[in-house]
């Protein structure tokens, strides 16, 4: 298992454009997130699934963001219209149980020009 | 809502301990972890700690927690050039619920 991946790992795109990043987590891992960063910020929370049920949304999840879990595998996230504002680092994590740790990828940046 | 806090810098000289505190705010918190977070790079979960513990040591890491004053401490000893990173505080209420981070300590180690 190579762990939590992410793609891509760059995205520039022009404001207003749609963009879908995609997460693949550690196979075994029920749970997956999904985590904002900005510079000079922790990971801000956006949403996570338990197999393919998204359990929980931030109130930072607007109606142009929305994620994806079909088979309880890998997860898609998508942004609609896009605004300079979402520059950001989007992260992804899984864990097994409760109470594990989760195990991160490296990260989509994304850059709205 | 919950609320991590941390000292955003620390510098140390090559060799020496570094001490890195967090507090939070949620007195029900069970779960506290300590990621590192090198440039460019995902998160890396160093050491958690139950809420049922008071200290727990890993190799160069030690982990104090204490509960009435809702603070964690994370001690690296020996610090080398090599644990230069940002460094994030995270708790969770519960296992059904996400972690919520504080905004890290940038960790400078002098040689």
């Known amino acids: 298992d190579t762990g939590v991946s992410q793609d891509p790992r760059h995205k520039i795109t022009k404001r207003g454009q749609n963009v879908t990043f995609r997460c693949d987590p550690i196979s075994e891992h029920n749970r997956l997130y999904w985590y904002r960063q900005t510079l000079g910020q922790g990971p801000e929370f956006l949403t996570y699934f338990q197999n393919e049920a998204q359990l929980e949304k931030s109130r930072l999840l607007s109606d142009r963001f929305s994620a994806e879990r079909p088979k309880g595998s890998f997860s898609t996230l998508e942004i609609q219209r896009t605004e300079q504002g979402d520059s950001a680092m989007y992260l992804c994590?899984?864990?097994?149980?409760?109470?594990?740790?989760?195990?991160f990828g490296s990260g989509t940046r994304l850059t709205v020009v | 809502g919950e609320d991590v806090e941390q000292s955003l810098f620390l510098s140390v000289r090559e060799g020496d301990s570094s001490v890195i505190n967090c507090t939070y705010t949620?007195?029900?918190?069970?779960?506290l972890y300590w990621y590192k977070q090198e440039p460019g790079a995902g998160l890396q979960l160093l050491t958690y700690?139950?809420?049922?513990?008071d200290m727990k040591q890993d190799q160069r890491l030690t982990v104090l927690l204490n509960k009435k004053d809702k603070h964690l401490s994370l001690r690296i000893a020996d610090t080398q050039t090599g644990d230069s990173a940002i460094y994030f505080c995270?708790?969770?209420?519960?296992?059904?619920?996400?972690?919520?981070f504080g905004k890290g300590t940038r960790l400078s180690v002098i040689a």
């Open positions: 949620d007195s029900s918190s069970t779960y």
């Open positions: 700690i139950f809420s049922n513990m």
């Open positions: 995270a708790d969770a209420y519960s296992g059904n619920t996400p972690l919520v």
């Open positions: 994590a899984s864990s097994l149980t409760e109470g594990d740790g989760y195990t």
